[in-house]
């Protein structure tokens, strides 16, 4: 595997090398960005151990509280938001500038991200979460131990939403934590809060989409897709760190940047729509076939009635009221055989086709460049 090292505060990095690892993404990650990746964990886990310490003072309670918030950060995950945003100020500074002024701001996208993540699993009522429970279930469990009166599940659907709210704000303490002139940084804020606001429209559509199937279309799909992932996975982090590196908002490298960063974006969630029914729930850390179970109108699940003839389309219908593991299966072999398992392989290889033409015209950092190619397929080729 290809090592980094620290040069004067900079990332210095190496070409990918072929079988670093079985998952294409962290393969990519740990070529390219070990340092980031390390540089933001210590970030967060000094950062999670003042602000633990603080509410622990306020109440013992408070303390297991906050606990469970840190563990729901520094639980794993892929860190791809402050690596795209990494690469996208990257790009434009080259290799000159400090990384440590910057590592903030990196690190508060994963703070935004896990509060994302908290609410996003109360709303589907999913178990688990990397192989764990998620936070409500854990929460809950704790409730059950602990002999508490009431509702257990109640408990903790609060505990969790709390649990989000808070990571929410310590997104934006520690991103004033970066060392960025003033002027600048409210550039940057203006960029965080777009993403924050498309993130949450997106959320929206994609409640609306399970609760509104009928109105649903590969359109709307498609839209979630731009707004709940694009948008805050790819395309915004990239424009964050382009922000942190001074560009203007109308200049070709913006343009660049978000031409690829949608796609990249759209082609991930496509990815991830066709995990959640075919991923390995060793590999992803969520049952197979979620998505079939609660009938999510994903642009798979749209492409596949779009596809289906008359018959297929009434067994489809089975969508959301099935719990057998071989109902759902059959259900996703039914899904392949409408041709929308091949459909969306193509729509993923024509985004990522579109990401790499849009690089290509930008004028960047080539190590960057070179490091963008790479996640843009690493990214879409993946198994959880």
Sequence with gaps: MANDAVAGNTLRVAPAQPGATDDPVRGVLAAFTKELIRGVDDTLAAFLAAEVGSLTEIDAAMGGFAATARDCVLAGGKRLRPTFAYWGWRGVVGGAEPLPTVLPAFAA??????????????????????????????????????????????????????VGDLCLVWADRLLSHATVAPARLFEVRRCYDQMRIETIAG???????????????????????????????????????????????????????????????????????????????????????????????????????????????????????????????????????????????????????EALTALATASIDETARTALTGLATAATRRPA
């Design 203 to 353: 959320q929206y559509l994609d409640v609306l989409g399970e609760h509104d199937p009928a109105n649903w279309s590969v359109d709307r799909a498609l839209r979630v897709a731009r707004y709940k992932t694009a948008s805050y996975t790819v395309q915004r982090p990239l424009l964050f760190g382009a922000c942190l590196a001074g560009v203007a908002a109308d200049t070709p490298l913006i343009a660049a940047y978000t031409r690829y960063g949608l796609a990249v974006g759209e082609a991930f969630q496509l990815c991830d729509d066709l995990l959640g029914v075919y991923g390995d729930p060793a590999t992803t850390g969520k049952p197979a076939g979620d998505d079939l179970r609660t009938g999510k109108p994903s642009a798979l699940l749209m492409l596949a009635r779009q596809l289906a003839t008359p018959g297929q389309r009434r067994a489809l219908e089975r969508a959301g009221r099935v719990t057998g593991a071989r109902d759902v299966a059959r259900l996703a072999e039914l899904v392949a055989d409408t041709g929308a398992v091949s459909r969306v392989e193509r729509m993923i290889s024509d985004r990522v086709s």
């Design 109 to 162: 996208l994963e703070l935004l991200h896990t509060f994302a993540l908290v609410h996003d699993d109360v709303m589907d009522s999913s178990d688990t979460r990397r192989g764990r429970p998620t936070a409500h279930r854990a929460a809950a469990a704790r409730h059950v131990a602990a002999g508490y009166a009431g509702d257990p599940a109640r408990f903790g659907e609060a505990v969790a939403v709390l």
